[in-house]
């Protein structure tokens, strides 16, 4: 039997007054699976998360978390959440912080102790439980959010913008703690604009705008499979191009490297050797994927609607 999804939305909408925030959203997301949430500000991913998390009452549709109602609290029990804008009390410790979320989870005293150091530790505060929130820099508070996220060991995790304060080898010190997480088990649920590093860890993405998905899918069938290749040989004869062109459209041509359209990856060896038998001397073969934020942007700015674009720019570079 295959594991029920931990996320499952149906035709769930959302309507502040006359304001639509979501519109009939179907999400699915599998046990174990790190998911992406992608859209421009406004496009209605915080409204989301809140009706996921019980916070937010959906206007109609359904919606179901780890198989019940996220207004069940023993299922609210088994989720973790850092929010984007965490309040932190900076007069507290680490420590004593972490203590007064066990406390809010229902954690007993004996799990609190061991269970502390092991988070500080996964989150690289090790030693630095000690310290007031207050003197924390922004990268260790959001290292401390997260720390809280995980102290009862959820089994879905939403994280929203986790890594907005790192620093890069922070931002990849995280992307391994989603990985450790995924390897245990846990799913992700995450909400980040960016995008270089949703294409790096997460299994699928759901790219949003206007409360409605645009597109949702598996991470490398929505980059799609038509691939570009760069070719570098030491001279582009005539015989080479016409073979180049056997195996796809020629996209662009300047001196001796050109880029071709393949269907797939199987052509790559194939193209290798057709290019030896003809004598060609292969410098360089690449294949040239898309960027997710090619892809986004390309979605986002659909409507021709300038602020989109420019929500949808802001977006990408943030
Ligand atoms: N409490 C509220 N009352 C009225 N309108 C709201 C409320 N919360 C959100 N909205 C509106 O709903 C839409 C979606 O907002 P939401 O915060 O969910 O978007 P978002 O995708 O999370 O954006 P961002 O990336 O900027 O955080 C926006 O137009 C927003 O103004």
């Known amino acids: 039997m295959t594991a029920p999804p931990v996320i499952l ?26 998911f992406g949430f992608l859209g421009p500000n406004g496009a209605g ?11 937010v009452r959906p206007t ?23 929010p984007e804008q965490f309040r932190f009390q900076t007069w507290m410790t680490g420590h004593e912080f972490l203590t007064f979320h066990a406390q809010l989870a229902g954690l007993g005293r004996a799990e609190t102790r061991t269970r502390i150091p092991e988070v500080l530790e996964r989150v690289g505060l090790g030693g630095r439980g000690g310290e007031n929130l207050g003197g924390y820099s922004k990268g260790m508070l959001q290292r401390a959010g997260l720390a809280s996220a995980l102290l009862a060991r ?35 649920f995450l909400n980040s604009h960016l995008l270089s590093e949703v294409a790096q860890v997460c299994d699928r993405v759901a790219f949003v705008r206007g409360g409605e998905v645009l597109r949702q899918g598996p991470m490398r069938e ?8 760069r070719v570098r040989v030491d001279e582009l004869t005539p015989p080479v191009l016409a073979a180049l062109t056997e195996f796809g459209p020629l996209i662009s041509q300047q001196e001796n490297t050109a880029e071709i359209g393949l269907s797939s990856e199987e052509q790559l060896p194939q193209l290798a050797h057709r290019l030896g038998d003809l004598g060609a001397a292969l410098y360089e073969l690449t294949p040239l994927r898309p960027e997710l ?26």
Request: charged share 25%; no cysteine.
């Open 222 to 229: 929505v980059m799609g499979s038509d691939l570009r290749v």
């Open 154 to 188: 959820p089994e879905l995790v939403f994280l929203d913008e986790p890594t907005s304060a790192l620093d890069p080898i922070g931002r990849m010190e995280v992307r391994r703690i989603i990985e450790d997480l995924r390897a245990e088990g846990v799913s992700i």
């Open 293 to 318: 934020e090619d892809i986004f942007l390309e979605l986002v700015g659909q409507s021709g609607d300038a602020s989109h674009a420019h929500a949808a720019q802001e977006a990408a570079h943030a």
């Open 9 to 34: 939305t149906q035709q769930l909408r959302k309507a502040y007054g006359p304001k639509v925030a979501v519109r009939g959203l179907d999400l699915r997301v599998e046990r174990g699976e790190v």
């Open 45 to 55: 991913k915080s409204t989301t998360v809140k009706m996921l998390l019980g916070l």
């Open 60 to 82: 109609s549709g359904a919606v179901q978390v780890l198989g019940g109602s996220p207004d069940n609290p023993a299922v609210r029990a088994r989720l973790g959440f850092l």
